[in-house]
């Protein structure tokens, strides 16, 4: 299935299955935002492997938390 013009918010998106559907899903096309919440390492290792994925558009990295807060 082709994904172009459709955006996906991958929650956990950054390490195990959720990384493993970010990356898919950037590969059919989609521009994906890959969501984290203490794991910025691996949320940036997903998304750098979801551009190389084939999907034409640019994916982003979301991080969860408060402004301020330890997680954020």
Known sequence: MRLEG?????TGGGRGIGAAVSKRLAADGARVLVHYGTH?????DTAAAARSAGGRHDR????????GSRGA
Do not use: K, M, N, Q
């Open 6 to 10: 459709r955006t996906a918010l991958v």
């Open 40 to 44: 910025a390492a691996a949320a940036e």
């Open 60 to 67: 982003g990295i979301v991080r969860s938390g408060r402004p």
